[in-house]
């Protein structure tokens, strides 16, 4: 499988203040992304609870299919959001709150039914809760 680092990948997830939500972005163009390969959006620290993911795409190849999951050290994905496209893509995706219990992990974009062009603007919603 491809593996693709979105510019955010080497960005620094702020852990601040206990409880209070804070944002992570990443915006990626999408060049025909095929189904064997995904962009690797985040590492994420350790004691990072998500509670949401905001979307906000255009260009996008309708009739596809984009995956979210996090990919563990342990070598299994947690699959958060299957988002199915149109032309643009925007609102918020709110998750069953998922902290992150080791660290490494990294917050992954796949997809699913061809290759996928267009804008893509993801927006990780998280608190910090520790470990």
Same mark, same amino acid.
């Given at each position: 499988?491809?593996?693709? !680092?979105?510019? $955010? /990948? ?6 601040? @203040?206990?409880? !209070?939500? %804070?944002?992570?972005? %990443?915006? &990626?163009?999408? *060049? !025909?992304? /095929? ?11 350790? #004691? /990072?609870?998500?509670? @949401?993911?905001?979307?906000? #795409? $255009?260009?996008?190849? @309708? ?8 990919? $563990?050290?342990?070598?299994? *994905? ?17 998750? &069953? ?6 660290? #490494? ?5 796949? &997809? @699913? ?12 919603? +998280? %608190? &910090?809760?520790? +470990?």
């Amino acid at each position: 499988m491809k593996e693709i !680092n979105a510019p $955010s /990948m080497h960005d620094r997830i702020y852990q601040g @203040a206990l409880g !209070n939500e %804070s944002i992570a972005e %990443s915006v &990626v163009t999408l *060049d !025909n992304l /095929m189904e064997d390969e995904q962009i690797r959006l985040f590492e994420l620290p350790l #004691g /990072m609870r998500i509670n @949401a993911l905001q979307i906000c #795409g $255009s260009g996008l190849s @309708a009739g596809k299919m984009l995956t979210f999951a996090i990919q $563990s050290p342990s070598l299994f *994905d947690i699959q958060l959001l299957s988002l199915p496209l149109t032309e643009t893509v925007s609102g918020v995706y709110p998750l &069953v709150p998922l902290t992150t219990s080791e660290q #490494g992990g990294t917050l992954v974009l796949k &997809v @699913a039914g061809g290759p996928v062009s267009g804008t893509l603007s993801v927006l990780v919603r +998280y %608190s &910090v809760i520790g +470990y």
